[in-house]
């Protein structure tokens, strides 16, 4: 982040026109903006800063003032091919706004590249405020982890076919043992058949004079192997019922144990939740509104002070005037437009100051009503994602029920069906019996063991065939293995760019403010102060009903002795131009880690009169590279400080 990044410079338009009516103190004027440095140059209250306003209102911001005089304005802005337009109305003491502006959401830009003096990010590093909550209040970190949660589950899901698939590789050479085994006994029943069949053959029996009972004995035995057969199959199917609801049955368990770990909430406590957020919520839009008013009511005092019209000498007040008025007898005065009463210009600066801490205090609380807030939608979204759990595994539990009974009931029809089969084979081996004769009890005997052989080669057929099918089934289950591991390392690598995303953009932040405030330090060469930076550290902190890594930004600051000695320092003791400067180092590293210069193509600086003109010059030279439009309000003097070929508006 040491090198310019020149942003977006081949795409942003050579020339930008503003048209500016009644915003802030301008009644009407129009000027020209050309792409790289403009100077607004002029003394005190020569309408700079209400420029710089217009230009906001444009861009989007609604941190823009009203002329005092005016219940209408508008800013329209010309950039390349395209208008945009915004227009401010006075209605019920506020300001409201409409048009089409350059963003449709100015947070990045308000924080970030519009350095006006109310400026968060630059009063940030002199108020001491959490710099890493402001860095990072433009990132939506839930929707990170929600992201997060998203490619965890997916990523279990993947490990559990992995470890399926580990589990099936394990069984495989058992399974092609098995099948091996089962290949060598078919082998050998075969040839234990064709040697039976043959012995039958070879048997010396008058067929004539045995035809009738051979017919019949021959038909029993074969109703017999077919009986046999159909039995076994019985058995089989019986085992797999049996195996099925002992599975269904673990699974019932299971579910009903998460059934009742789950809760579907109480109707009162959700009640009771929505209506805390609904008052919350009303809170924070009541402080919302109040934050806005306070901006409205700084904006228009400080510009209040820039009107040199406003201002009178005291010195030619009545003996018999106030006692406040006798007592400021040299002091300069601003005139209120509204009631027309002469008020101290350290009296209304001193209220700006209350009113700046108190929009901070504003905020500041509105930042916990938000945490409260997300707090209980979070709770709310728990409930429900719990009930949604809880119907999902209710129904699951009522359908494990429901295929219990119907394999139960099957199981019972089946077991009924071994029962008819094993009678009737029983029945048969009896009529066989009775077919026996002296005669003829060597051809049964072969008859019978014939048979048995055909019934156990079919058998064990069977089970080979079943075998190999479940092999295959496997074999291509494992086939597709590496598309699942490519699909995890995706996943985790998705998972490590999410869980880093936040940590990164804040060690980019931390990384652009050292370096940047490192090479200002050394150009603008501040006296015995050697260096400024930030020191990123993290800790533990609860938040909600759980604990939390959150980081810290803590400013550091090392100075030295005339003899050399190094000393730790605290931004109290920065003179008021070092603290400035490391306001816009603070606002520039947020300007670059958030890539403002792709949403917007502006930056503008206001209020430098704490730093002297040649570091002006040197900070708007640094600022330049990184800026496509850098339009930067100064005095006079300062202004001749700076490079002539950049543009320059004195006129406004």
């Known amino acids: 982040m040491g090198t310019s990044l020149d942003p977006g410079k081949e795409a942003v338009p050579e020339e930008a026109i503003l048209s500016v009516s009644n915003i802030g103190g301008i009644d009407d004027t ?71 502006p350059y963003l449709e959401n100015p947070e990045l830009a308000d924080l970030f590249a519009f350095l006006l003096e109310s400026n968060e990010a630059r009063r940030a590093v002199e108020r001491g405020d959490d710099l890493q909550e ?32 580990d589990q099936l590789e ?42 009738e009972e051979k017919s019949e004995l021959e038909t029993k035995l074969s109703e017999l192997r077919d009986t046999r ?44 939740l929505r209506a805390e957020i609904e008052t919350l919520q009303d809170e924070k839009d009541d402080l919302s509104e109040e934050i806005s008013q306070l901006q409205s009511t700084i904006q228009f005092n400080e510009q209040l002070l820039e009107d040199p019209n406003s201002f009178q000498p005291n010195a030619s007040r009545p003996d018999d005037g106030p006692v406040t008025d006798q007592l400021l007898p040299d002091a300069e005065t601003v005139t209120c437009w509204t009631c027309g009463s002469s008020v101290a210009r350290d009296q209304i600066e001193t209220t700006i100051d209350q009113l700046r801490t108190a929009r901070q ?28 759990e809880y119907d999902e595994t209710r129904r699951r539990l009522e359908s494990i029920d429901d295929e219990i009974n119907r394999r139960s009931d099957r199981l019972e029809e089946l077991t009924a069906e071994r029962e008819d089969l094993t009678n009737a084979i029983d029945e048969l081996e009896r009529e066989i019996d009775e077919l026996e004769t002296d005669d003829y009890g060597d051809i049964l005997d072969q008859h019978k063991e014939v048979n048995q052989l055909e019934f156990e080669l079919e058998r064990k057929e069977r089970e080979r065939d079943e075998l190999e099918a479940e092999i295959a089934t496997i074999e291509e289950r494992l086939d597709g293995r590496e598309d699942l591991n490519v699909r995890r390392e995706d996943i985790t690598e998705e998972l490590t760019n999410l869980r880093t995303r936040i940590g990164q953009i804040e060690t980019n932040a931390v ?13 603008l060469g501040y006296a015995n102060l050697d260096r400024i930076w930030i020191d990123r550290t993290s800790r533990e902190v609860r938040e909600g009903r759980r604990t939390v890594t959150k980081s810290s930004f803590d400013l550091k600051i090392v100075r030295s002795t005339d003899d050399g000695v190094a000393y730790e320092d605290s931004i109290d003791h920065l003179s008021e131009s070092e603290r400035e400067v490391t306001g816009f180092v603070f606002a520039l590293a947020g300007y670059l880690v958030h890539d403002v210069y792709e949403t917007v193509p502006f930056m503008l600086l206001d209020s430098l009169e704490a730093i002297d003109s040649e570091r002006i010059a040197d900070l708007v030279d640094y600022f330049e590279s990184y800026v496509p439009y850098l339009v930067v309000a100064l005095l006079d003097e300062d202004a001749q400080a700076i490079e002539e070929d950049h543009g320059m508006i004195a006129d406004i």
């Open 30 to 100: 129009e000027v020209s903006f050309r792409r790289g440095v403009t100077i607004l140059s002029g003394r005190n209250a020569t309408n700079r800063t209400s420029l710089l306003q217009a230009i906001m209102a444009a861009l989007g911001s609604d941190q823009v003032s009203l002329k005092a005089d005016a219940d209408e304005g508008r800013a329209t802005l010309e950039f390349g091919d395209e208008i945009y337009r915004r227009t401010l109305q006075r209605q019920n003491g506020t300001i409201t706004t409409d048009g089409e």
């Open 134 to 165: 402001l860095i990072m209040r433009p990132v939506d970190t839930d929707a990170i982890q929600a992201e997060i949660d998203r490619c965890e589950r997916r990523k279990d899901e993947l490990d559990e076919q992995l470890a399926e698939l």
């Open 170 to 211: 394990q069984r495989l050479p058992d399974l092609e043992a098995k099948r091996t085994r089962l290949t060598d006994e078919i082998d050998g029943l075969r040839d234990d058949l064709q040697t039976a069949q043959a012995q039958l053959e070879e048997t010396n029996v008058d067929v004539e004079e045995r035809r």
């Open 229 to 272: 057969s159909e039995l076994e199959r019985v058995r089989d199917r019986i085992d797999t019922e049996r195996e099925s609801i002992d599975a269904l049955e673990t699974e019932q368990t299971e579910v009903q144990e998460r059934l009742d770990s789950l809760s579907t909430g109480d109707e009162s406590e959700i009640s009771r």
């Open 361 to 388: 205090d504003r905020l500041e609380e509105r930042s916990e009503i938000s945490a409260e807030l997300d707090d209980r939608r979070q709770t709310v979204s728990d409930i429900k994602e719990n009930r949604t």
């Open 511 to 523: 990384e652009a403010f050292n370096e940047h405030m490192e090479n200002l330090l050394e150009t």
